[in-house]
């Protein structure tokens, strides 16, 4: 670390300080709004949707869901996770480096949508149906790449500093869904788990393009001026270990809903499926905070800084919060889907909220690592990254296929929490910030004793790995 970074991070408050807290916290609050928003909303699409269809439709609905966001994180590459990373270090060439992904995830999102709607109904069974659907195949492959563009604008505006605008955007999605879901003439020309379908992917043209147009135009060449000066041009080890393990997290999530229609068949996962979307939101919300700590992270070259430990603490309290509540609440929030969703899944519910905060603790620490690895302070961040991915998801996985041989439903909910515990404790270990560094660019405490301060800073740079 040279002395420019020191000064960095061991400067007493100024307006600049002042500006990245106001910054850092104002983001976190819309971050937890949206969680907020989009949970409610998920509920009343979910409640609309259970009244409105039969458990069938709903639990076909929710596998066709879960193919739309398999096949989507696909074709992302792990951009959502990496954007982060990777906008801080293209500086001034941020706009165009942002284009270059946009345009592999939306090449990569056509083809694996075309692929999937072909190749699904002819290994399974269970999506036998959609292949009598006129023109479901290239209508599938044209929803991927939309979808795929609104799931990376989040990262993007978190990066750039303009998470504010993530709870209006998710709200007016949340909105037109619902909205959509009642349209009559809808139900008359499909089956109603394409309806559903239908009502994830019809707003999403009047939310990416207006979105897109001020990310390009206004919001990322005016964030340029926050990022790093010097910074690497190019992507470093760790992008690759990222996307590895990204693979295995995918493995190990999204697919759960279609192993539970598959295994168990599509009544029985429609218990499944209500608790997996809110649980899922709650995941969301610690992806998005995420995010933001490695984009700030990556402007302080990989370090923690007082203002974002505080920040890690802050986001695990409100984590650990909205666990307890919504473990308290499920089965008061289940029965708004009636009395079959209440007695199958309420245990489901209350076992895989236990793992939101063991997940946080994870996702954070894989937010760190890619910081660090942004900055090349750690050769370890790369396999650190696939270690935890890689050991959750097979976990869940075994776990869960083993167990539901003798729970039913229930045996995906323990697999993925004790995955997640497993998960927590590694990224306990594997990624955590000097305490000697911690204490010397702490809150102001040893200000007045700039001996001791600089004691401690050389002390902590002779604890770090040497790297070249």
């Avoid at 905070?289 to 700030?296: I, P, V």
């Avoid at 199958?344 to 937010?367: E, L």
């Amino acid at each position: 670390m040279d002395d420019a970074q020191l000064v960095m991070l061991r400067a007493p408050a100024t307006s600049a300080h002042s500006d990245v807290h106001r910054t850092l916290f104002r983001d976190a609050i819309a971050l937890i709004s949206n969680s907020g928003l989009t949970s409610i909303l998920g509920v009343v699409y979910w409640l609309a949707a259970a009244h409105i269809m039969s458990r069938t439709d709903l639990g076909r609905g929710s596998a066709l869901l879960s193919a739309l966001w398999t096949v989507s994180a696909l074709a992302q590459l792990n951009y959502a996770r990496a954007i982060p990373g990777l906008l801080p270090m293209a500086r001034g060439k941020a706009t165009r480096r942002l284009g270059k992904i946009y345009t592999q995830v939306v090449v990569l999102s056509v083809a694996a949508g075309l692929a999937f709607a072909i190749i699904a109904p002819m290994v399974s069974g269970k999506f036998g149906y959609i292949s009598g659907i006129p023109s479901f195949a290239p209508l599938f492959a044209l929803s991927i790449p939309i979808y795929s563009i609104f799931t990376l604008e989040d990262s993007v505006l978190a990066t750039v500093r303009r998470a504010v605008i993530i709870p209006f955007e998710n709200a007016i999605y949340g909105v037109l869904k619902i909205v959509v879901l009642f349209i009559p003439v809808l139900f008359r020309i499909m089956p109603g788990s394409v309806v559903m379908l239908a009502s994830w992917i019809l707003p999403l043209p009047f939310i990416v393009l207006p979105l897109n147009v001020y990310l390009f135009k206004r919001g990322v060449p005016q964030a340029t001026s926050t990022f790093p000066a010097g910074a690497v041009p190019e992507e470093g080890k760790w992008v690759r270990y990222d996307f590895l393990g990204y693979l295995f997290w995918l493995l190990g999530t999204l697919p759960l809903p279609v192993v539970a229609v598959t295994v168990l068949g599509p009544a029985r996962a429609a218990a499944f499926a209500v608790p997996f979307t809110i649980i899922t939101a709650i995941d969301v919300l610690s992806l998005n905070l995420g995010n933001q700590l490695t984009a700030e992270m990556s402007r302080t070259w990989g370090e923690f800084s007082v203002l974002t430990i505080r920040f890690v603490r802050r986001a695990w309290g409100v984590i650990a919060a909205l666990s307890i509540g919504l473990i308290v609440m499920a089965p008061y929030v289940l029965s708004l889907f009636g009395t079959q969703y209440r007695t199958d899944g309420t245990m489901v519910f209350q076992i895989m909220m236990v793992a939101a905060f063991p997940r946080a603790i994870m996702f954070f620490g894989i937010a760190a690592a890619r910081a660090r690895g942004v900055a090349a302070k750690s050769p370890a961040s790369g396999p650190v990254i696939l270690l935890l991915q890689a050991t959750t998801c097979s976990l869940t996985l075994a776990i869960s296929l083993f167990a539901m041989h003798f729970v039913g439903i229930l045996g995906i909910a323990l697999g993925w929490t004790i995955a997640s515990v497993i998960g927590a404790a590694i990224a306990i270990i594997a990624v955590r910030p000097l305490p000697l560094r911690m204490v010397a660019i702490g809150n102001g405490r040893h200000r007045g004793n700039s001996q001791l301060r600089s004691t401690l800073l050389r002390v902590g740079r002779r604890a770090e790995p040497r790297h070249r």
